[in-house]
Each structure stands twice: as structure tokens, then as C-alpha cells.
């Protein structure tokens, strides 16, 4: 078996279904039927990478990523939203406290397990050239997946790490969304674009003054800075 997958959800049809496609992909899993549980397990074991049901009993799912990311042990574990809520604005409340990618009820078995897939790429980097990007004060060590502005560690999410290296090494070359999606998240087909926004969004808040390094070009995309 390979990496271990937390999968928090109260519904217990789901985590059976879950587990069982999970498992046949060569993952092991643990379980949690609350944010308590879920944040407990997080802590002890340290998984791969956590799929976090939305509502769930006592502490919704926001609130348990939030606690991931707020504590420097769980803030790097890739976390996968699932919800059966459809709504723009709860999708997007997932990805600004942190989650990576979220998939919405009732979900494709195949298209979740491509998901956690995608993900735990982003999370290792595989593929990635061993080699150190720079722009000014902003570094980023692609061998050792981090990030710093002014000798000042950024503490990214995988996929915002990955946007960032992205949009570094194709430096004043306009990139469009669904670039983006294609080789940041590894999604084609209709994926709704807003997902681009929105992480980019808490990109530019976590390189404050340097935000504008990454800049909109309206109607297209974004692109980082050519200017030296």
C-alpha cells in the first residue's frame, strides 16, 4: 500500500465508497467522523493528504482547515474539500482558508481519486527541474519546495507553491486560465476557472508588497513580471 489518506466525512455510505476506490488505487486510509477526530488524526499521523467532508457534526469543514493551517505541524498536508453544497461562495470559503481542491456531491469515484492524484504531485513536485528560482528578494528552492521573501519563509499551500514555480519559470509570458488549470492542477475539460482566481487571490496576500510581481491581464490571464 502507499501513502496514508485521511477521509473525514460523517455520512458513512460515503467513506465506504471512498475507501474502497481509495484502497484499490494502492492508498492506505484512516477515517474520522468529526473535525475533533479529524484534527487529532491529522496531528498523530500525519497523512499524505486529508479529503474533508464540508459539513460536518460539531466543527464544519472550514473550521478544520482552518486549525490545519494554523498549526505549522498540519499546515503543509494537501486537503481535498468535498461538499454537497454546489454554491460558488462555499467552494471558494474552502480554497481561501486553505484548501487545495475541493469536489463537489455526488462525485465520480475515478474523477476524486484523479484529483487526490493531482494533488499529492503538486505536494511532492515531481517532475520539477532541481533548480532555484529568483526575482529579487523572492527565492524559491524547487528541489526543497520553498519559498522566501527577504530571507523570510512563505508558508504556501502545494498548489500555491506550484503556481508560483509556474508563473516564475514562464516569466513575462501570458498564461490564461485554462493553461493554468491544465498544468497547475492537471484538470481538463470544463472546469470552472474562477478555481485560478481565487488561489491566485491568496497568492498575491501571502507575497504582500511583492503582489504586483504577478500581474492581470484582463480578459486573458495573469503573468509574472518581465521587469527587472
Known amino acids: 500500500m502507499g501513502e496514508t489518506l485521511l477521509i473525514v466525512d460523517d455520512e458513512q455510505d460515503v467513506v465506504d465508497l471512498l475507501v474502497y476506490n481509495l484502497q484499490r488505487a494502492g492508498y492506505k486510509t484512516v477515517t474520522a467522523r ?123 499551500t502545494a498548489t500555491e507553491f506550484k503556481l508560483l514555480t509556474t508563473m516564475m519559470e514562464r516569466r513575462g509570458r501570458v498564461q490564461t486560465r485554462d493553461r493554468l488549470l491544465t498544468d497547475v492542477w492537471g484538470y481538463e475539460g470544463d472546469v470552472d476557472t474562477r478555481t485560478v482566481d481565487t488561489h491566485m487571490r491568496r497568492l498575491r496576500e501571502k507575497l504582500g508588497k511583492v503582489a504586483d510581481l504577478i500581474e492581470t491581464v484582463r480578459g486573458v490571464g495573469y503573468r509574472f513580471s518581465d521587469n527587472s
Do not use: N, Q, W
Not at 48 to 63: N, R, Y
Not at 78 to 103: H, N, Q, S
Open 34 to 156: 468529526d473535525g475533533a477526530a479529524a484534527l487529532d488524526k491529522a496531528r498523530d499521523l500525519m497523512p499524505a493528504l486529508i479529503i474533508l467532508d464540508l459539513m460536518l457534526p460539531g466543527m464544519e469543514g472550514t473550521e478544520v482547515c482552518k486549525r490545519l493551517r494554523a498549526d505549522s505541524k498540519t499546515a503543509g498536508i494537501p486537503v481535498i474539500m468535498l461538499t454537497a453544497k454546489a454554491e460558488e461562495v462555499d467552494r471558494i470559503v474552502g480554497l481561501e482558508l486553505g484548501a487545495d481542491d475541493y469536489v463537489t456531491k455526488p462525485f465520480s469515484p475515478r474523477e476524486l481519486t484523479l484529483r487526490v492524484k493531482s494533488v499529492l504531485r503538486r505536494a511532492k513536485g515531481d517532475g520539477e527541474p532541481a533548480e532555484v528560482l529568483k526575482f529579487g528578494d523572492l527565492v524559491v528552492d524547487i528541489a526543497k519546495h520553498t519559498a522566501s521573501l527577504k530571507d523570510k519563509d512563505l508558508d504556501l
